[in-house]
Structures are given as structure tokens and as C-alpha cells.
Nanobody
Framework: QVQLVESGGGSVQAGGSQRLSCAASVRTFRTYAMYWFRRPPGKEREFVARLSRNSGSTDYSDSVKGRFTISRDNAKNTLYLQMNSLKPDDTGVYYC??????????????WGQGTQVTVSS
């Protein structure tokens, strides 16, 4: 069983930066591909970014490409999402997720409870 706990959410002004963290309670963290998703207010959950197990490859949604960076520290069992040049459209609940499959999936097996990010104009 994998438990994921997000932190780092809060309120920020447009143009600002914020870094989210996700702590994973699993000894084999390095065997999981890691994801960030978000749910904007009143909308469906959407894919944000993915990082492969060995950090060799990344995927980003077009809406965040060039502004967000996903990374991981396997020694600390922690996933990060550095968000720069934030826009009001980035507002939402951000979820960390994990899956042992090497293939990109939009339905990872394990999810955190989410952290709210609010970007004001």
C-alpha cells in the first residue's frame, strides 16, 4: 500500500511561484512513476505532469509546459512540482499520484488527498 501526502499549497498572486511536495510512505518509491493532477473549480480532474521511475522522462500538459517542473528525490521518497509564472487558471486542488506501470496512465493506482492552490489576479 502506498500513502501519499501533499503539502505546499496556498494562495499566491498571478505571476508568482509555488512548490508542491508529495511525501510517499513506501520503501520502493523508486519503482513508481509519479504524477501530478489537478481539479479546477467546477471542472473534471486533469493531468498536469508525469515523471518516470528513474527520472529519465517527463510528460506535461500543454497548459503547464515551460512553467511547471516535476522532479523527485528518491532518497527522501518525495515528489515535487515547481510552479512558476502562475495564472488564475492554475487554481485548483492538486493531487499527487503513483503507479508502478512504466506506461503513461491517466488513472494511477494510488492517490493523495490533495492540496489547494489558489492563484489570484
Amino acid at each position: 500500500q502506498v500513502q501519499l501526502v501533499e503539502s505546499g499549497g496556498g494562495s499566491v498572486q498571478a505571476g508568482g511561484s509555488q512548490r508542491l511536495s508529495c511525501a510517499a510512505s513506501v520503501r520502493t518509491f523508486r519503482t513508481y512513476a509519479m504524477y501530478w493532477f489537478r481539479r479546477p473549480p467546477g471542472k473534471e480532474r486533469e493531468f498536469v505532469a508525469r515523471l518516470s521511475r528513474n527520472s529519465g522522462s517527463t510528460d506535461y500538459s500543454d497548459s503547464v509546459k515551460g512553467r511547471f517542473t516535476i522532479s523527485r528525490d528518491n532518497a527522501k521518497n518525495t515528489l515535487y512540482l515547481q510552479m512558476n509564472s502562475l495564472k488564475p487558471d492554475d487554481t485548483g486542488v492538486y493531487y499527487c499520484a503513483a503507479d508502478q506501470s512504466p506506461a503513461l496512465t491517466f488513472s494511477p493506482n494510488y492517490w493523495g488527498q490533495g492540496t489547494q492552490v489558489t492563484v489570484s489576479s
